[in-house]
């Protein structure tokens, strides 16, 4: 009788393996990555092609904490138990995870490798800060729009009263002062609309809609005060149409525009670079777009650069660094995203520039 025992075995570690929740990352006594199953696929964002054979340290390079972990255990014996960190993902942004490792031993007891196990505690931290989030949410949500309202027609009342007052003063210190007034009554104002936009349910009227055609309006209202060629165009005149709310998708690219304008020199060498391809990138996710088929924006800038410290703040509302930001640009562009199923990725380096990619998802109706 043939003995299948050991394969019918070993073939099951590998179905347990590859069938838990948890990712799994294992690593050799050179901490070369040796397994990397499908739940550290999702969780790290990474494919399996792409992380295999590659040493630990150069791929978690954002996450050095998880390397050093693997180091730590296999080298010092160190063992974690539901260390919680967090993981930096390329693509969905940070990620709340457990981690706890183990050494691997060969049949001669010795260490021959370092496993890591990652579990996603999004869900648990979620339910922890969620229901007070969400709480603040809705609270947010229920009452921005009464506060808006209430605080929006007193506010034109202030501004039309200064621009009448400036009509009638001839001194031109004062009329400094009621300049002021418009233009903090005008900030406030778009603080106003911006939190309307943030707090109101998403209600998205999509359709088959052309990239490009998007951007040229954007960088149509977007050139004026940058040097003429300021802003190049790098399209890809194949890229097919995408599924989304046109009105919405042209505030996201707004949006990034002006930060990459607010961030580059005017007046020298500073440059925008919209360039639109396929993404080919993505075969890990589902999308739920036509063959999961995406396209992608880039908005290139040699601007400032964020700090990393600061990078991953960007996306909390009212996170500025600048005097009369309101820092809802990226709040707002990252929810309008989310709900076109489209991702947002950030690429920067301060002193050299940013790159904002986004990512959307193909139109099933071309035409
Ligand atoms: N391309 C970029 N280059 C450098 N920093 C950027 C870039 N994009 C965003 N930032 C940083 O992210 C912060 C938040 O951006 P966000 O668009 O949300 O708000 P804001 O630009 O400050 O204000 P506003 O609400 O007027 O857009 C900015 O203050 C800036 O520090
Ligand atoms: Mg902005």
Redesign the pocket.
Known sequence: MKDTSKTACQTSYEDIVEGLAEGVVAVDGALTVRVFNQSAEKICEMARTAVIGKPASTLFSKDSKLAEMLAKTLDEGRLFAEYEETLQRRFSGPLPVGITTSQIFDHSGAVSGAVALIKDLSGIKSLEAGSLRKDRLAYIGTFAASLAHEIKNPLSGIRGAAQLLSKKIKDEKLGEYTGIIIKEADRLD?ILC?MLDFARPAKLTKKSVNIHKALDTVVFLTGDGLLPDAIKRDYDPSLPLVSADEGQLTQVFL??V???K??IRKDKDGSIRIITRMATEFHLIDTGSIGGKMALVEIK?N????KPD?LEK??TPF????P????????I?LKIIKEHNGFLKID?TPGI??T?SVYLPIAAEQG
């Not at 601007?303 to 964020?306: A, V």
């Not at 009369?324 to 709040?331: E, P």
């Open positions: 778009r911006g949006n990034l002006k930060n990459a607010e961030a800038d601007g400032s650069g964020i600061e960007i996306f996170f500025t660094t600048k009369g930001g309101s820092g809802l640009g990226m709040a562009s920067s520039g940013t904002i």
